[in-house]
């Protein structure tokens, strides 16, 4: 089993930024792709970017150029650079890792962006 506690969620204001991190840690074998996905209120959830093991990565049309996904694979950990914010980026943000193909999630860490 594999647990990821996230971290770094808060309130800010409209453009300003904030760092996630979501650390994994228990039985991990390798972890293959890592991300980060976000549900607001009243709404679905989202992917928001993806990073494999590699390195390759992939964004939400929605936050590409303010958002940067990134992994340090010796700590298990994967992080969201997130700038230039804006109210329609208020959301729980989940971070989800797969590994042996299977894919576990965090409990969310809740953002909050103020105008």
């Known amino acids: 089993q594999v647990q990821l506690v996230e971290s770094g969620g808060g309130l800010v204001q409209a453009g300003g930024s904030l760092r996630l991190s979501c650390a994994a840690s228990?039985?991990?074998?390798?972890?293959?792709?890592m991300g980060w996905s976000r549900q607001a209120p009243g709404k679905q959830r989202e992917l928001v970017a993806t990073?494999?093991?590699?390195?390759?990565?992939n964004y939400a049309d929605s936050v590409k150029g303010r958002f940067t996904i990134s992994r340090d694979n010796a700590k298990n950990t994967v992080y969201l650079q997130m700038n230039s914010l804006n109210t329609e980026d208020t959301a729980v943000y989940y971070c989800?890792?797969?590994?042996?193909?299977?894919?576990?999630w965090g409990k969310g860490t809740l953002v909050t962006v103020s105008s």
């Open positions: 228990g039985r991990i074998f390798s972890i293959s792709a």
């Open positions: 990073i494999t093991s590699a390195g390759s990565t």
């Open positions: 989800n890792v797969r590994d042996r193909r299977v894919d576990y």
